[in-house]
């Protein structure tokens, strides 16, 4: 493998060589518009440091032409509006993408705009702290990630690594990882992994192509009104649309997967920009090939497709459909000699076949007198999810437990956004029907149920926004209400959640930030579908889960490119769910392969999350970008006691982050991820129930807490080299993860005593298996633009 790579390094440095003397230029496009979506025309964009640049025509379309390929930051401003910028793009001699601008109406004249407020670094009024936003040239080459958009947004602030760090859970500021919602292009997403586990949100690999995305948002607070659900986290993901001028593509390779991704316009006439536009991808894993070659057990197989297609019908209304899928199956085949960890692997793996499909349709109406929006979307969602456990696997008989559910979602969403002197009013309202079923087979606990149920979810929000003082004190005040058919405690006025945010600038550059606020969370599917073997749906009577949030910060601007800040948090945890079988809270579960939440549950356990947090953001800026971020917090939890709080498997207290990168000349780049938590409680496995029932592995939820994982750090770093021709640009990777050869912590494995040749040792008692030292992980990859 080193010699391969040794290979790759000096093919590179050859063909960099032979390409220096072939500079091609190129013209790139996009648009200004302000906060409503009307274009401003007469706006100047330019690239800093160059003196190429544009207006926008009476459209708000621009064109920069003659650029030399490579990375630039992009500046928009306009007299009366905050200028932007759009640091660390990437112009290529083919698949450069529109790079738009919305630009804010300020109060103050041009020439104040630009010494005090140009070109910061900025978040929405309505959560003005607790937000990250990630660029897709960000994502794009963020090192260890694989081009996984959920592994990128683990390295974000305040989220903790999964335990063995391999899953893409988000678990935020002490949180469970089911407490995170997903929303595309303002579409909610409830799977965005291979391999979900089904009633959380985790999985071992994202399902969103990074091809398709313009930014990436993370809020770990001061949730929008208009978002359902979240109890630790919102991730936004804004996808770009399609190229409208010609048709494009790119071809992706990496270490476990290849994916193609094709757009352009559609009914393009002759020398005109169509107004409609597609972008598709289909992306195939071939991490089963390469483990069997190698000789690993294990099968993963999947496939993902995502689309989105957009359609300006006039000047004042435009359609966008969007879609994305994926098909999974996870299997394990008995590796040829004996080996005892893979063997435990082979016993203890389940089987996963998983289908998922996203489709919707969003139509925006700008109102023609300019005084705001509508948003209507209408989609569908649906899992299946075949979950399987045997006591013999390599024949696949002997079913220990059984889990055969299928969830569709039908949802509509209003949203209007409406401006009146200054004043920013959102209203709006969602409503979902719900359909699940589910056949079960769980022998260890004897219950055997089929259910089905469907009933209808529905909410009203409203969010009113205001600056006072010069624009240096920004409120914000929402609210929202839920409820539904189906559960027996709730009422709108019962989950009546009011938040309210406010930014303060006290002095040039600095400013104080705060949010209160209460959220809410329906319980999952597989807790209300839950029968007894007396097929009573137990769970009916099941709360919503309630968290409040403060929050106070401190933030303050080095350079228009740079800022730190300092956060402390608070979140109270009421109405958790906590599992009647184990007496632990289900925040402690949900981080691995399993069905979370299939059991009686009674809604009474409390909790409570608490920290600071230190971040420091730079912009690139002087061929330099990076983010660093340490995160100090306790994370505890009660289960039918709630006088008693216990440490959770996610209460690491100490958690560090840093993601950066240099771009040198000659379009080569270097980048590194480094992630460190501290030690973490885990759940013993309680042995005697464990050799009578294995291969499942029983943990006894007493003894959480009584000893905890090692610390996790890990240590990541990619080098980029891109070339343009005429024709194509390719981007060739290496990376390599965890460098430093750390171990990554887990629980103790444990297989069946075996003796040399595999035969299990009579009587059978339990082995611990060996885990191996932390392995360095090579791998490269291929980006190819035509």
Do not use: C
């Not at 993370?218 to 399609?242: E, I, K, W």
Request: glycine share 8%.
């Amino acid at each position: 493998m080193y010699g391969s790579i040794k290979s790759i390094l000096i093919i590179g440095l050859l063909l960099s060589v032979a390409n220096t003397s072939a500079q091609v230029s190129v013209s790139f496009y996009g648009n200004v518009k302000d906060n409503l979506g009307e274009p401003i025309g007469g706006a100047s964009v330019f690239l800093e440091g160059t003196a190429l640049g544009a207006q926008t025509d009476f459209d708000g379309n621009y064109e920069i032409r003659g650029v030399v390929p490579g990375s630039y930051n992009l500046i928009a401003s306009y007299l009366g509006y905050g200028s932007q910028t759009q640091f660390n793009i990437i112009v290529r001699s083919k698949g450069t993408p529109n790079y738009n601008f919305r630009l804010e109406v300020v109060a103050e004249q041009l020439d104040e705009v630009v010494l005090s407020n140009a070109n910061v670094i900025t978040r929405p009024k309505e959560t003005p702290l607790s937000t990250q936003t990630l660029s897709a040239v960000e994502i794009a080459t963020y090192p260890g990630s694989n081009n996984d958009v959920v592994q990128v947004a683990q390295t974000l602030p305040g989220v903790s690594p999964s335990i063995g760090g391999f899953r893409n859970d988000l678990i935020i500021r002490g949180g469970a990882p089911n407490e995170t919602v997903y929303y595309l292009d303002g579409m909610e997403i409830p799977n965005i992994n291979h391999f979900a586990t089904q009633g959380s949100s985790g999985g071992p690999v994202g399902l969103i192509n990074v091809s398709f995305i313009d930014n990436v948002t993370l809020s770990t607070s001061a949730f929008n009104a208009r978002y359902d659900n979240p109890l630790s986290g919102v991730l936004q993901f804004q996808q770009r649309n399609g190229n409208a001028r010609n048709f494009a593509g790119n071809f992706r390779l990496s270490a476990s997967e290849a994916a193609l991704t094709l757009e352009g316009p559609l009914f393009k006439k002759e020398g005109e920009v169509s107004k409609t536009t597609f972008l598709a991808s289909v992306r195939r894993s071939y991490l089963q090939f390469l483990f069997q070659a190698i000789g690993l057990p294990i099968r993963p197989d999947y496939w993902d497709y995502q689309y989105k297609i957009n359609h300006e019908l006039d000047d004042y209304n435009t359609l966008t459909f969007l879609g994305l899928g994926s098909i999974d199956d996870f299997s394990v085949s008995p590796p040829e000699e004996f080996d005892e960890e893979q063997q435990a692997q082979v016993e203890q793996t389940p089987f996963i076949k998983q289908r998922t499909n996203t489709m919707g349709v969003t139509w925006r109406n700008r109102f023609k007198e300019g005084n705001g929006y509508m948003l209507t979307t209408l989609s569908n969602n649906t899992l299946s999810n075949d979950f399987t456990r045997y006591s013999d696997p390599v024949n696949e008989a002997g079913v220990i437990f059984g889990n055969d559910a299928r969830e569709s979602e039908t949802k509509l969403r209003y949203e209007l956004t409406q401006f009146y002197d200054g004043w920013k009013l959102s209203t709006g309202l969602n409503m979902q029907h719900s359909d699940y079923s589910n056949a079960t087979n769980d022998i260890r606990n004897n219950l055997v149920f089929n259910t089905e149920i469907d009933f209808v979810k529905y909410g009203v929000f409203a969010n009113v926004t205001q600056s006072f003082l010069n624009d240096k004190l920004d409120l914000s005040f929402g609210f929202r209400m839920d409820d539904d058919t189906f559960t027996q405690n709730e009422s709108l006025l019962s989950t009546f959640s009011p938040r309210m945010s406010a930014s303060y600038e006290f002095a040039p550059d600095w400013r104080v930030n705060g949010s209160v606020g209460r959220y809410f969370k329906i319980p999952p599917y597989t807790i209300l579908g839950f029968r007894n073997n007396a097929d009573e749906l137990i769970n009916r009577n099941a709360a919503y889960t309630l968290s409040d949030h403060l929050v106070l910060g401190l933030q303050h601007y080095f350079a228009p490119s740079s800022s730190i800040s300092v956060e402390g948090f608070y979140k109270r945890y009421d109405d958790y769910p906590v599992s009647v079988r184990d007496g632990v809270s289900l925040a402690n579960k949900g981080g691995g392969f399993e069905v979370l939440g299939s059991e009686p549950i009674e809604t009474v356990g409390k909790g409570r999350s608490y920290g600071a947090e230190l971040q420091f953001q730079q912009k690139l800026s002087n061929n330099f970008y990076g983010i660093f971020a340490y995160t100090w917090f306790y994370s505890e939890f009660t289960g039918f006691d709630t006088n008693t709080f216990i440490p959770s498997v996610w209460d690491s207290r100490h958690l560090v982050s840093f993601v950066g990168g240099y771009k040198f000349n000659n379009n080569w780049e270097l980048s590194s991820r480094y992630r460190f938590a501290g030690r973490t409680p885990f759940v013993p496995a309680d042995l005697d129930a464990t050799l009578t029932n294995y291969p499942e592995v029983v943990l006894d939820y007493d003894r959480l807490g009584e000893d905890k994982l090692d610390i996790f750090s890990s240590l990541d770093v990619r080098l980029d080299k891109k070339w343009n021709f005429e024709k194509f640009a390719l981007n060739l990777f290496i990376e390599v993860q965890n460098i430093l050869g750390q171990n990554n912590p887990s629980p103790p494995d444990y297989g069946l005593n075996r003796d040399a040749s595999g035969m299990v040792v009579q009587p059978r008692t339990l082995a611990i298996i060996e885990q191996e030292a932390g392995s360095v992980i090579p791998g490269i990859g291929i980006v190819i633009d035509f």
